[in-house]
T-cell receptor, first 116, second 109 residues
């Protein structure tokens, strides 16, 4: 498999559930990102990992918990979410770091999350 | 990041060239112009980037004005599959990629 993959593609969960989103990149990249895209809104950067270290946390509520066990895998653990957290969650990776101006990001297909 | 301004939406006839403008009048010397697109409910896709020279790849051409205050993304022969939201982003070193609201391009049969 090539590129950036995300599982599951669709997820429906209740507000008391705990679930995890998984992202895997097959590009040998060093940085990985979580974005949130709500309906009719721009993409919002949530977390950035560079060489498995979290380098950015954009004031994301603690009910979202990222984990990066190695440079190829990124997880987003979800618990006690709210209906307004329903959105498309996108994972991306890049060769360099957040701060490299020549470093394009490659995105996965996203997980469509619905919180009921 | 320098701010970018794009039209909210555009139409283009299938087979014709699609020219998508972007204004970035506050761009600084070390900032690059990037273009991404997002087809409905999919992840954004990198298209092209440039600093001051015009660039071309298999997907598109990027024309940057001499003063670098604006640029145009050109899809030479638009197809229905090019219908998407197109994002123009400027970024330099030590800056995050920030997506705006982009231009919704509708390719019409």
């Amino acid at each position: 498999e090539t590129g950036v993959t995300q599982t599951p593609r669709h997820l429906v969960m209740g507000m008391t559930n705990k679930k995890s989103l998984k992202c895997e990149q097959h590009l040998g990249h060093n940085a990985m990102y979580w974005y949130k895209q709500s309906a009719k809104k721009p993409l919002e950067l949530m977390f950035v990992y560079s060489l498995e270290e979290r380098v950015e946390n954009n004031s994301v509520p603690s009910r979202f918990s990222p984990e990066c066990p190695n440079s190829s895998h990124l997880f987003l653990h979800l618990h006690t979410l709210q209906p307004e957290d329903s959105a498309l969650y996108l994972c991306a990776s890049s060769q360099g770091t957040l701060y490299d101006p020549l470093d394009e990001q490659y995105f996965g297909p996203g997980t469509r999350l619905t919180v009921t | 990041d320098a701010k970018t301004t794009q039209p909210t939406s555009m139409d283009c006839a299938e087979g014709r060239a699609a020219n998508l403008p972007c204004n970035h009048s506050t761009i600084s010397g070390n900032e690059y112009v990037y273009w991404y697109r997002q087809i409905h409910s999919q992840g954004p896709q990198y298209i092209i980037h440039g600093l001051k020279n015009n660039e071309t790849n298999e997907m598109a051409s990027l024309i940057i004005t001499e003063d670098r205050k604006s640029s145009t993304l050109i899809l030479p022969h638009a197809t229905l599959r090019d219908t998407a939201v197109y994002y123009c982003i400027v970024r330099g070193g030590y800056q995050k990629v920030t997506f705006g609201t982009g231009t919704k391009l509708q390719v019409i049969p």
